[in-house]
């Protein structure tokens, strides 16, 4: 069974803090690695997509993704109220592309 | 100018009824999806179309079946409606090739059967 695993939380941070959210996958196949963010009662948005090692930066997010650990993280610096919503790693699998495998997603909460 | 689209927004219907869903895309992606997301928010991959043509099709019983009339659009129909049916179900689109498999989401429908 291949899975994606992430920390449920809730993560409590209070605003302008750096907020880290981890993520481990079990396919060693897998190539690519998105982050998805979803407010409640809204659909997910993609906010990173990383597909090498190392990090990769956008605005106040960097994705950084480990493949020999299997691991995937979002950090997002200078966190803000705006920012509390569940993130959701996803990880293509089964040797597909299309194929994405999404975690249970963690709860961030921005505190003022 | 909305992306993904998701008709309707709201489907409440009694158990045994069958209904369908409809998806949209504007974004001129070759791929679409369709995703069920369960009350515990778990999001689940159910079917991918690439050109019309079924690519993905998990472990869903035959009473859901997908149509793409073309590939910008894709409908899910299901027959028989089950109170395990109830969740949210997305659609969702992606340009493959050139390493791009970025998944963009339409609004949901939130489906619920009683």
């Known amino acids: 069974q291949k899975e994606v695993e992430q920390n449920s939380g809730p993560l409590s941070v209070p605003e302008g803090a750096i907020a880290s959210l981890n993520c481990t996958y079990s396919d060693r196949g897998s190539q690519s690695f998105f982050w998805y963010r979803q407010y409640s009662g809204k659909s997910p948005e993609l906010i990173m997509f990383i597909y090498s090692n190392g990090d990769k930066e956008d605005g106040r997010f960097t994705a950084q993704l480990n493949k020999a650990s299997q691991y995937v993280s979002l950090l997002i610096r200078d966190s803000q109220p705006s920012d509390s919503a569940t993130y959701l790693c996803?990880?293509?699998?089964?040797?597909?592309?299309?194929?994405?495998?999404f975690g249970k997603g963690t709860l961030l909460t921005v505190n003022p | 100018d909305t992306a993904v689209s998701q008709t309707p927004k709201y489907l409440v219907t009694q158990m045994g009824n069958d209904k369908s869903i409809k998806c949209e895309q504007n974004?001129?992606?070759?791929?679409m999806y369709w995703y069920k997301q369960d009350s515990k928010k778990f999001l689940k991959i159910m079917f991918s179309?690439?050109?019309?043509?079924?690519?993905i099709n998990e472990t869903v019983p035959n009473r859901f079946s997908p149509k793409s009339p073309d590939k910008a659009h894709l409908n899910l129909h299901i027959n028989s409606l089950e109170l395990g049916d109830s969740a949210v179900y997305f659609c969702?689109?992606?340009?493959?090739?050139?390493?791009?498999?970025?998944?963009?989401f339409g609004p949901g429908t939130r489906l619920t059967v009683t």
């Open positions: 996803a990880v293509n699998s089964g040797g597909s592309n299309y194929k994405l495998t």
């Open positions: 969702a689109s992606s340009q493959g090739g050139k390493g791009l498999y970025e998944q963009y």
């Open positions: 974004l001129g992606h070759d791929t």
């Open positions: 179309y690439n050109n019309k043509e079924l690519i």
